[in-house]
């Protein structure tokens, strides 16, 4: 009874963490790039002896070198444990292992080994790469990068194969050679290589629109990122002197409606105010309506500095809930004990509570606008009461 208790299937171990080991991961991928890079580097030099004679013998492609430079940008990402990092990672088997079986040699077979036990050391944590999106634009960029390595390869592939077919041919510098070609017709610069044949006319076509649209993109996905957030840096630095330069001012927790009123109201009365609030959407809408904002949270200690309580005048506890006005009353009464405070609440029951918590003042804007509405309303009918109207006559 008890062996049969005791045995079952046995326990699985747990995957491995990629946590404690992705900076050492990041590490292998960085020095097996350069390894690649070195190695394609020596085999388009030295012109290795190949294993077998076959119609692409003593012809090596720089896939070495672009493998590399894919592992080397992915590096980072590994460390990062983003998913890209582990789709990408798969490319540099595939061009080394290509290049390894058309034109096997020392080297080829080299880079081929070293990528596949790269790949193979980062297969058992492959689970761990989780932060991110393997679609978003962490994805698009390094696509991006591996698009422009692919193109510069498929010049400098291209015009080595075709070196006969230009005027004047590409046949003294070898592979620099080619990469200058590949470059030079990129930048739309020119060349003194004119193609003399239809297959260099259709390749030089189609490297100029790869290259270019390529280029482009790069433009578009890699430049416009940066731009923005200079560009959000200069607006975080323009908004921390505005809130610095504010003194004797009325801190308004919330951009509702009833916010944007009471902002509304304190400028009528030359009073400067700034609001505050979690939710970035509503802070950008606000803020292109001309009021003074800040996106942080209201319970706070950090954010409430940043936008002056130590000077303000007045705080207006506004949220969209009763329980967000609690913590804000809590928060800003611990900061700063004689600041004048103002909570709105919503339920009745929750007035005392506030007032309990800090708060100068709890008002029901429900049980104000009731009140308002009904002396309104009284007003209106007394003042046209057709029987004290027909009676003044």
């Known amino acids: 009874m008890s062996a049969a208790t005791t045995s079952g299937p046995p326990a699985r171990r747990p995957a491995p963490s990629l946590a404690v080991r992705a900076s050492r991961l990041a590490v292998l991928a960085a020095g097996i790039g350069l390894f690649l890079v070195l190695l394609g580097l020596l085999s388009a030099t030295l012109l290795p002896v190949e294993f077998y004679p076959d ?10 070198v672009v493998a590399g430079l894919i592992l080397v940008a992915i590096s980072f990402r590994i460390r990062d444990r983003s998913p890209v990092a582990w789709l990408f990672s798969l490319l540099a088997p595939a061009l080394t292992i290509s290049i390894a079986i058309a034109s ?17 050391a980062l297969y058992p944590y492959r689970q761990g ?40 041919e590409l046949t003294n510098k070898g592979w620099v050679e080619s990469l200058y070609f590949t470059i030079a017709t990129i930048s739309t610069n020119g060349t003194i290589y004119q193609p003399v044949t239809d297959d260099a006319w259709w390749f030089t076509i189609l490297l100029i629109l790869f290259g270019v649209g390529t280029f482009l993109t790069a433009v578009v996905v890699l430049f416009l990122p940066f731009l923005e957030r200079r560009l959000e ?105 004689r600041l004048r405070i103002v909570a709105v609440g919503t339920a009745p029951a929750s007035l005392a509570k506030l007032r309990k918590a800090g708060a100068d003042e709890a008002i029901s804007l429900v049980t104000v606008a009731a009140q308002l509405v009904s002396h309104a309303a009284l007003e209106t009918r007394s003042g046209n009461d057709p029987h004290t109207h027909s009676i003044s006559h």
């Open 129 to 168: 790469f989780y932060r991110g999106s393997a679609t978003g634009p962490e994805a698009t960029q390094l696509l991006v990068v591996v698009a422009a390595l692919i193109t510069v390869l498929f010049g400098t592939v291209g015009s080595r194969w075709l070196r006969s077919q230009f005027s004047p």
């Open 233 to 337: 840096r200069i607006a975080e630095r323009l908004e921390r002197s505005q809130m610095e330069e504010l003194s004797d001012h009325v801190i308004i927790c919330g951009v509702s409606a009833e916010g944007r009123a009471t902002a509304d109201a304190l400028r009528s009365q030359s009073v400067r105010s700034v609001l505050l609030s979690t939710d970035l959407g509503a802070v950008e809408r606000v803020r292109n309506d001309g009021y003074r904002v800040h996106h942080g949270d209201p319970a706070s200690e950090d954010d409430l500095r940043a936008v002056g309580i130590d000077r303000a005048r007045a705080l207006i506890a506004a949220g969209d809930s009763d329980g967000e006005n609690l913590l804000t009353v809590i928060t800003a009464r611990g900061l700063q004990p």
């Open 55 to 64: 119609s692409l013998a003593g012809y090596d492609p720089p896939f070495d």
């Open 104 to 120: 096997p040699n020392v080297f080829s077979i080299s880079a081929a080994v070293a990528a596949t036990g790269l790949v193979a």
